[in-house]
């Protein structure tokens, strides 16, 4: 599909075939198409936990007002934002020094630059951990949208759910934010689409401040 057309058809859709399952090697090559989002100093601070079973979905259906689509998609994705990703100890992070090494990179130098960086930019209050791990997973959380239309599947993203709920019923550690959750499937062919929601134009979103 035509990335113009991916961009233009993705929608997010209320009604899924609960007929319709996601093979597997599927949902492995949207997660990881989804992946080659970008990040900051490629931290990468994203998780996701993937429902799909009925009791799981059950579950998560009453922490999130109630949307049938969770229970309807074969799959739910609770899409989660590390707000200690950036941290040094953290195995991403000590991953990332890791395969910069591997490629080339002269480490040694760059390390603490690095890290004090990243904790003058992401750690210096709450606000800024959970910003650092939402802005990156939201821009992953897009790409796995944009991946799962390129490979005809349907998602929806929410965020009507009891985050605090959430993160008790399937035993979330405390470092994570849950910016959202994602059904993936396949629209339900019965169901009828909504037309396409208005957008802000070019001048709408182009500002100035003098
Ligand atoms: C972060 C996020 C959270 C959302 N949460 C919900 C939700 O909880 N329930 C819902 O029905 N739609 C939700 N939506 C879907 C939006 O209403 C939808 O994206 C918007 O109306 C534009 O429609 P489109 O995605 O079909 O282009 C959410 C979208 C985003 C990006």
């Not at 959430?166 to 993936?184: G, M, Q, S």
Request: aromatic share 10%; charged share 30%; glycine share 4%.
């Amino acid at each position: 599909m035509d990335f113009k057309d991916v961009m233009i058809q993705r929608r997010s859709v209320n009604f899924f075939d609960p007929e319709k399952d996601v093979p597997d090697p599927l949902l492995r090559e949207m997660i990881e198409l989804g992946s080659k989002a970008p990040s900051g100093f490629n931290l990468q601070p994203w998780s996701l936990m993937v429902l799909k079973d009925r009791a799981s979905k059950e579950k998560l259906l009453k922490l999130a007002w109630n949307q049938t689509k969770i229970v309807e998609a074969p799959v739910v994705m609770i899409v989660l934002a590390d707000r200690e990703n950036w941290m040094e100890g953290h195995p991403t992070v000590e991953r990332n020094f890791k395969e910069m090494a591997a490629s080339g990179a002269e480490i040694e130098e760059q390390r603490s630059w690095i890290l004090e960086a990243a904790k003058k930019l992401y750690g210096s209050s709450e606000e800024r951990k959970i910003a650092f791990a939402c802005k990156n997973t939201g821009f992953f959380a897009m790409s796995l949208m944009l991946a799962a239309k390129s490979l005809g599947l349907d998602t929806h993203p929410m965020d009507g759910f009891d985050i605090d709920g959430t993160k008790e019923a399937f035993n979330i550690p405390d470092r994570f934010w849950i910016p959202l959750l994602l059904a993936v499937g396949y629209f339900n062919p019965e169901a009828v689409l909504e037309a396409p929601k208005w957008r802000k134009s070019y001048d709408d979103i182009v500002v100035s401040f003098p």
